[in-house]
């Protein structure tokens, strides 16, 4: 608990944006969900739409600052590659 007026103030601040920073991560994780399912599948016309989506997501989650730099680039590096290699086979 707050003792104080500014500790009170910082921990309501807090509580808004850990609901805000939960809510990008969880559409940055459905996104690629999504993605990874649609490349098992196979369906690669819906994959490539479904890619440029997540890597909008995870820009907008690095934007926010809810997620490092480096984490997204190897999130997109590593989804670009699965999609390829759906490409492939």
Do not use: C, P
Not at 29 to 52: C, F, H, M, P, V
């Amino acid at each position: 608990m707050a003792n104080t007026k500014s500790a009170a103030k910082r921990a309501r601040q807090t509580k808004r944006r850990t609901l805000a920073n939960s809510q990008v991560k969880s559409r940055v994780k459905t996104a690629k969900r999504k993605l990874r399912d649609l490349i098992a599948e196979g369906d690669q016309a819906n994959a490539a739409t479904s890619y440029r989506e997540t890597i909008s997501a995870i820009d907008r989650a690095v934007k926010r600052g809810v997620m490092h730099k480096n984490a997204a680039a190897r999130n997109k590096s590593r989804l670009m590659k699965a999609v390829k290699g759906a490409a492939a086979k």
